[in-house]
């Protein structure tokens, strides 16, 4: 079993940066893969970026040039680098550790992001 919690959100002006933090805990090594999916009001959950255990980066073409996703394996946590945030990244940030090899998904309750002046 895997524990997600995520952190970092709130009120931002447009053209600010933000980082979210994803920290992880329990059967951590069984972690395949950490993502960040986010969910605008009346919308569907999108993916935004992911991390594998090894490394490798993938995003989401919406994302490219502004989010930057890390990890630190010393504190278990993975990170959401969001600059020049625009009115349109207002969501609820979600962040997910993914156990490819059990097929299971580990999933924390959200980061509201808001963009507003």
């Known amino acids: 079993q895997v524990q997600v919690v995520e952190s970092g959100g709130g009120l931002v002006q447009p053209g600010g940066s933000l980082r979210l933090s994803c920290a992880t805990s329990?059967?951590?090594?069984?972690?395949?893969?950490t993502g960040w999916y986010r969910q605008p009001r009346a919308k569907e959950r999108e993916l935004v970026a992911l991390?594998?255990?090894?490394?490798?980066?993938a995003y989401a073409d919406s994302a490219k040039g502004r989010f930057t996703i890390s990890r630190d394996n010393a504190k278990n946590t993975v990170y959401l680098q969001i600059d020049s945030l625009e009115p349109e990244d207002t969501a609820v940030y979600y962040c997910?550790?993914?156990?490819?090899?059990?097929?299971?998904?580990?999933w924390g309750q959200g980061t509201q992001v808001t963009v507003s002046s």
């Open positions: 997910y550790a993914a156990d490819y090899l059990a097929a299971k998904e580990y």
């Open positions: 329990g059967s951590i090594d069984s972690i395949s893969a």
């Open positions: 991390i594998s255990s090894g490394g490798r980066t």
